[in-house]
């Protein structure tokens, strides 16, 4: 947070599945997993509490005040997208190739990505899902969070009623 704070590194605090409460307090399960994690080298536990606590009095983006995570990512990629345009380009990297998200959007040829990596995944569903069955099935859609599971789930919801 020292860099931070003679401006030789920006800070976009993101509080996934904490609070900046959380973050900011010794107490708790954070900073009781901070003071643990800190026995090995007691020396960086005032440095770890200092750094924050200054995190946690920064405005940043909270995981719930966001519908999803994808939502949350984008939100990240917009903020990290304008940081970058107020820094000066000293690594000769033209700003086009930073990222395709532009306020929060998804460009034209991510989103036709998307929707046939969706299509692809309707039909892999459709293949395991048996309409011919008496019995009552129940779909299980599993992974990594922000993979798009409840996108999926939703998409073949709108698919199959129509």
Known sequence: MKQAKQGNLR?????????PKDVGSPYGSFGCKVYVESQHNPSSL?????????????????LKNYRNEM?????ILASV??????????????SREISPVISGRISSSRKFFFVE????????????????????????????PGIGKT????????????
């Not at 800070?11 to 609070?19: A, D, G, H, Q, S």
């Not at 939502?71 to 939100?75: D, N, S, W």
Request: hydrophobic residues 45%; charged residues 20%; contains cysteine.
């Open 151 to 162: 996108s999926l789930a939703e998409e073949y919801f709108e698919r199959s009623n129509d």
């Open 46 to 62: 005032p440095i770890w509490t200092k750094a924050l606590k200054s995190a946690a009095g920064n405005i940043g983006l909270l």
């Open 81 to 94: 997208k304008k940081v970058l345009a107020l820094e000066p380009n000293t690594h000769n990297v033209p």
């Open 11 to 19: 800070v976009i605090p993101i509080f996934f599945n904490v609070t």
């Open 71 to 75: 939502l949350l990512i984008q939100e």
């Open 117 to 144: 990596v969706m299509n692809q995944r309707i039909k892999q569903l459709q293949e395991m899902i048996d309409f011919n069955c008496d019995q009552t099935q129940i779909v299980g859609i599993v992974g990594m």
